[in-house]
């Protein structure tokens, strides 16, 4: 992983001509062609479009035409992202073969700033679970250790970075499905605070939590992809009316003076490695001049219960629009309703269903006080919570994961047990904050921990800060 | 029956709730035209079919047509929210409705009938259409049985307000007053065409009976009623079925009904126990819409007069009552502006009126005849230059021409004037020519007067008005 190339480098070396973007994707397409067929990163690799993107750049450059923050950089993406023309699955069956007509505004604005799309990632269908294993498709495998998981739901995303398909991807997050995945193949990997990026053109999980963000293999990386993305858009009427941070300009800003918290009524159940590394990026932030400080979120363990109310409820409606009569699979029946029914069942896999289950309960009348008007209340505890402890310190530091990777069907019989895995996550997509994953050296079995970052709205710039310094100290 | 306030002793409690949608360029969350009559299926996109990732963004337009409706019906118009309502139907794309729910735009108006009869207003609320089904073969156009459906997804997201009166409606006249004068208020204020046989004004009406003291009873709820009309109908047969069975010992049930207009009667469509539930929730691809203080009054300030004011107005003007149909249909087709100028031109205001009502009916708000030509002919009418059978002729040629030079179109068919020395010479002929009628006739049989008038029509060869001669004759008998 050393010697890799970052997309500064090759955005720089592209611009002068001295590194041809066709060169950058033939190294891709090699690495895809020795190794996919083992990591079963991608859903669709579309080289084809990418060689004559990337001829294009070149052909750009060679005319003395500007080309853009991004030439030559090749991104995966998340295959819940629509591209014009080319197939978007979420890893469904109900939508395979659905070629969406317009292009997400992350595509667009990657595009126009000379991005090579080398194709779509695999996840866990409609993006909901934390290994990549619910997937219609067949599950993606960690680069770092085939027998284990790459986290999820943007598995694909990262083990194509981890793996060398791809200098950069985006990913979707919506408890925590950037950053785990991000922490469990040692990249860094950002849920912006909601609001910063579009979502026009991101098939929706839960509307109120969901962002999409960058996997990096550097913060500088991060912070280049997330000047590209962020930004206000107006097709998003939940997008915030601000222009993208400049993020590039504080990483080598370090730490002195500032406040780190510390959670001291964490959650429990996090192995003892990736405790000790949490630790040990505390001590590296005190060395850079920064101070720690304990705050308390009593809310956060109740976040868990929160978010498995609000994000299936949310997720019941926007499902419903997979109903076999405009688009995707049909399964013909007798009559509408047996449509439905046939359509749904075949379409969706286990936990989709589940979820589908558990979000409509959750609306139904007579329930709804009880668990979703519940749920909302939490999210507003825990949103107060954090506010609070933000009065004492400027980010908090937690682990991204309770564990380093796992192995293939360690959690897929216990739901509740895959569940925790987004347990330090899942606070800040319920308060819409911000938060990243930075790789903090190795925990068991040599693999990648990750420490999260964890910042109030529109605390980019100070949690790319903190990034840079522990990228730093590793 | 329609305007009694009590049938066999029991009173009638309706409450409706009207959907309009509005005159739009586009669709209440996307680009798309929204626009009745176009080819199936072409004013669509990402948005209008639910698309996967497409995203919903409020149309502006849309939000002050809402707010202007909202306040000509002295509604307070208030911080709100959209909600999701959640039923699987093949016309419906994205499975959800964006409506608004808990948070209404406008909430807490009232609208005025004649003789001063204020209907609440609970709520006025934006809404997206639902696309439009065809279901072909089987009966009655329903889904069931039927051997396929069409869909056309031109109507689905065209933004809609759906108007919901409190229960101060006591008889079908009241309500096919109301949704008169709902109509005539969407016309003026130009939120909506509102054109029921477009389905651009849909109404659905809650029918309960009760005895006056009592507690309200059930109600029932009566679908496609699409016409004034029918409003008035499905109310009273919907009353006397609800009064029939509670006469006879039944009960009444909280049900959907439907309105067959051909029958004359409601079908049940369902029940409340196998209601739909809805799961509404807070539409999380929108944001909340706080209309700041300025727009509100901006749009207060800018509402035209409305109707009730209108037709104050022009009975006022006009000397005729404010009750008449000529005033209530000349405010309605928006042409009261206009015999407001033929009287600034120096017009006769009162025969204006009678010109326009008459003759009008298919003429724009303001009509092609220009004001100054139905001036003038008021006058020559109302200064008996020309008779009322030949200001009507002369009336049907300025709509025919769309105006004209009335002096020279009385002179042309040879109406010119006849002046009163010529009148006097012409009655004197007539009452030497037959002294048995004028004697007759001064005796005080008025049946004698018939001939002297018309000896005097027959030496003026038709050009003598008929009232100018009564006149004549009148004040002669008596001197």
Redesign the interface.
């Known amino acids: 992983m050393t010697a890799r190339r970052t997309a500064l480098d090759i955005a720089e070396s592209v611009k002068t001509g001295a590194l041809s973007a066709t060169a950058v994707l033939e190294e891709n397409l090699s690495a895809i062609a020795a190794r996919e067929s083992e990591v079963h990163a991608f859903n669709l690799v579309t080289a084809e479009r990418a060689r004559a993107r990337a001829a294009r750049i070149d052909a750009d450059v060679k005319a003395g035409k500007s080309v853009g923050r991004l030439a030559g950089v090749t991104v995966a993406l998340k295959d819940n992202?629509?591209t014009r023309g080319v197939e978007?699955t979420?890893s469904s069956k109900i939508?395979a073969g659905?070629k969406?007509?317009?292009d997400?505004t992350v595509v667009r604005r990657l595009e126009e700033e000379g991005a090579v799309i080398v194709g779509k990632t695999n996840l866990d269908e409609f993006a909901m679970g934390s290994s990549t294993e619910n997937s219609a498709f067949g599950p993606t495998r960690n680069p770092l250790d085939t027998t284990r998981v790459p986290g999820g739901s943007s598995g694909g995303s990262a083990a194509a970075v981890a793996a060398g398909f791809s200098t950069v991807s985006l990913g979707s997050d919506t408890g925590g499905s950037i950053r785990q995945p991000a922490a469990l193949c040692g990249l860094v990997g950002v849920k912006p605070t909601y609001g910063m990026v579009s979502?026009?053109?991101?098939?929706?999980f839960?509307?109120?939590l969901d962002q999409i963000g960058p996997f990096a293999t550097t913060v500088a990386d991060a912070a280049l992809l997330m000047e590209v993305i962020a930004g206000h858009d107006?097709?998003?009427?939940?997008s915030l009316p601000r222009a993208a941070p400049d993020l590039s300009a504080v990483l080598a800003q370090g730490v002195e003076g500032m406040r780190i918290g510390r959670i001291t009524d964490m959650p429990e159940g996090s192995s003892p490695d990736v405790l000790a590394r949490l630790d040990t990026a505390f001590d590296a932030l005190r060395k850079a001049g920064a101070t720690v400080v304990d705050v308390q979120i009593p809310s956060m363990s109740y976040g868990l219960t929160a978010y498995y109310l609000v994000a299936p409820?949310?997720a019941?409606?926007n499902l419903?629009?997979f109903?076999g009569?405009?688009?995707g699979l049909r399964v013909d029946a007798k009559d509408?309703n047996s449509m439905?029914a046939t359509t749904r069942s075949a379409g969706f896999g286990d936990e989709v269903k589940r979820r589908i289950m558990l979000g409509?309960y959750a609306?139904?009348?007579g329930y709804?006080d009880a668990y979703?008007g519940k749920a909302l209340k939490v999210r507003r505890l825990i949103a107060d919570d954090f506010a609070k402890a933000y009065q004492d310190c400027d980010v908090i530091l937690t682990p991204t994961s309770p564990t380093v990777a796992f192995k293939f069907g360690d959690k897929t019989s216990n739901p509740l047990a895959m569940y925790l895995c987004d347990v330090f996550t899942i606070p800040t997509n319920l308060a819409g904050h911000a938060a990243m994953s930075v790789p903090f050296g190795t925990g068991e079995a040599g693999l990648p921990v990750g420490v999260q970052v964890l910042a109030p709205a529109l605390g980019e710039a100070t949690m790319f800060r903190v990034a840079a310094e522990l990228e730093r100290a590793v | 029956m329609s305007t009694e306030r009590l049938i066999d002793g029991w009173e009638l409690v309706v409450g409706l709730e009207v959907h309009v949608e509005l005159a739009t360029k586009t669709k209440l969350f996307s680009a798309s035209a929204n626009r009745f009559g176009d080819e199936p299926n072409t004013n669509i996109d990402p948005v209008t079919l639910g698309l996967p990732g497409a995203l919903p963004v409020l149309n502006r337009h849309a939000v002050e047509l809402a707010m202007r409706l909202g306040l000509a019906l002295n509604c307070r118009v208030q911080p709100c929210t959209f909600h999701r309502k959640n039923y699987f139907y093949p016309d419906l794309p994205k499975a959800y409705q964006i409506s608004q729910y808990d948070q209404p735009l406008n909430v807490d108006g009232w609208l005025m009938l004649p003789g001063e009869v204020r209907i609440g207003i609970e709520r006025a609320h934006l809404e997206e259409d639902t696309g439009k089904s065809t279901h072909a073969g089987g009966a009655e156009g329903r889904i069931q049985g039927s051997d396929y459906s069409l869909i056309d997804f031109n109507r689905a997201g065209v933004p809609l307000v759906e108007i919901v009166s409190r229960p101060d409606i006591r008889t079908s006249e009241q309500a096919k007053q109301y949704v008169s004068e709902l109509r005539s208020i969407l016309l003026a204020v130009g939120a909506s065409d509102a054109k029921m046989e477009e389905g651009s004004m849909r109404c659905d009406v809650n029918v309960s009976v009760h005895k006056p003291g009592t507690p309200f009873g059930t109600r029932c709820e009566i679908k496609n009623v699409n016409s004034i009309r029918s409003v008035g109908r499905a109310i009273e047969y919907e009353a006397r079925r609800q009064i029939d069975l509670i006469s006879s010992g039944g009960v009444v049930k909280q049900q959907t009904l439907h309105w067959d207009d051909a029958s004359g009667r409601t079908n049940v469509l369902r029940t409340k126990e196998d209601a739909d539930d809805y799961r509404y929730f807070l539409e999380p691809d929108l944001v909340p819409l706080v209309p700041d203080v300025a727009w509100v009054e901006r749009i207060r300030a800018a509402l035209p007069p409305l109707p009730a004011a209108r037709r104050l107005a022009l009975s006022k003007l006009t000397g005729a009552a404010i009750e008449s149909e000529a005033v209530a249909v000349v405010v309605e087709r928006g042409q009261d502006d206009y015999i407001n100028a033929v009287a600034t031109v120096g017009g006769d205001a009162s025969r204006a009126l009678v010109y326009v009502q008459q003759a009008f009916a298919d003429e724009p708000s303001t009509p092609r005849v220009p004001a100054g030509d139905l001036a003038a002919l008021s006058l020559l009418e109302k200064n008996a230059k020309v008779t009322a059978t030949q200001a009507k002729t002369l009336l049907a040629e300025l709509v025919a021409n769309g105006g004209g030079d009335v002096l020279a179109m009385a002179k042309a068919k040879g109406f010119e004037a006849m002046d009163s020395g010529a009148l006097e010479s012409l009655v004197d002929q007539a009452i030497a020519a037959d002294p048995d009628a004028w004697a007759k006739y001064k005796a005080g049989e008025h049946k004698a007067m018939g001939a002297l008038v018309g000896a005097v029509m027959k030496l003026s060869t038709g050009k003598a008005d008929g009232k100018a001669v009564t006149a004549l004759l009148q004040t002669k008998a008596s001197s």
Request: aromatic share 14%; hydrophobic share 35%.
């Open positions: 992202m629509c978007t979420c939508l659905w969406p007509p317009y997400a979502r026009q053109g991101l098939i929706a839960g509307s109120s107006p097709l998003d009427s939940t409820a949310e019941s409606s419903a629009r109903d009569v405009r688009y509408l439905y409509t609306l139904s009348a709804y979703y």
